[in-house]
């Protein structure tokens, strides 16, 4: 019912409306043509893995994000699962799980040390998904951040 592929150029102006929505989500103002510009951008520079949830239709209803960083302790890629969106209508069918093997699937045949994501506190949906995939809370650091 669902085809999870990579993104590709063609994908952008469905994957844009998902990106939009997803950061409307997040509480940030709808600017879907500096969306489409952004992921243009992490497409063609090769900066991030996104992959989309497609219904047999053609139509987008999901996506998932991942940029590459790097554990130095461990000497490997690790990759930050930073984004993770399905249209409302479409969850509770298992899209999320699905978008969610592709990160590991990622991870695997990149040889990473593993995936790593934040969440809001406010997100309960994400906070149960994520457990329930194998993901463990790290309630021994604390996180941090900086803003400009």
Request: net charge negative.
């Amino acid at each position: 019912m669902y085809q999870i592929r990579k993104a590709t150029f063609e994908d952008l102006p469905q994957l844009s409306i998902l990106f939009d929505l997803y950061r409307f989500f997040y509480g940030k103002k709808s600017d879907q043509k500096s969306a489409e510009k952004f992921l243009h951008e992490r497409i063609q520079n090769g900066e991030s893995e996104i992959f989309v949830a497609e219904e047999t239709e053609g139509k987008l209803v999901g996506f998932v994000q991942l940029y590459p960083i790097f554990s130095s302790t461990r000497m490997k890629k690790l990759w930050l699962l930073n984004d993770l969106y399905v249209l409302e209508d479409h969850r509770g069918k298992g899209i999320s799980v699905l978008l969610i093997e592709k990160a590991k699937e990622l991870s695997r045949n990149t040889h990473a040390c593993g995936l790593i994501l934040e969440t809001a506190k406010t997100n309960h949906i994400g906070n149960k998904l994520y457990p329930k995939t194998g993901f463990e809370l790290d309630q021994d650091h604390n996180y941090y951040a900086w803003e400009e």
